[in-house]
């Protein structure tokens, strides 16, 4: 029963540290740094240009489609390195939950297809 007090007593630790060093260090720094605020300063600075137009650019929402589907296949990849490495000690068993795992992704890709979201359309 010691050892796992023991086990939460540590956990605890690293979460008051977690949250404690970071609060110190931005409380230390905004009390040691000047504050001399002015109108030059509060400016918007683009590499030393004068801002013209718009802060907000409106991108296409195809951008987000592309970024979302990279991920998931990215993810993908990360999931299938450690079971290709491990794959002969796993066995059988988790080649098949590989296999259901794969296809449910290209029943995504599939989907993704067949609903044009792949397809750019330049308006």
Known sequence: MERYINNYVIVTIFILLGILLPVVALAVGRLLRPYKPN???????ESGNEP?????????????????????????????????????????????????FTGLLLIGLLYAWKKKVLKWNSI
């Not at 802060?55 to 993908?76: C, I, P, S, T």
């Open 39 to 45: 109108d030059e300063k509060k400016t918007t600075y």
């Open 52 to 100: 013209v137009g718009e802060g907000q650019v409106r991108f296409n929402v195809r951008y987000y489609l592309f970024a979302l589907m990279f991920v998931v296949f990215d993810v993908e990849t990360v999931f299938l390195y450690p079971w290709a490495v491990a794959y002969k000690k796993l066995g059988l068993f988790v080649l098949v939950e590989m296999a259901i």
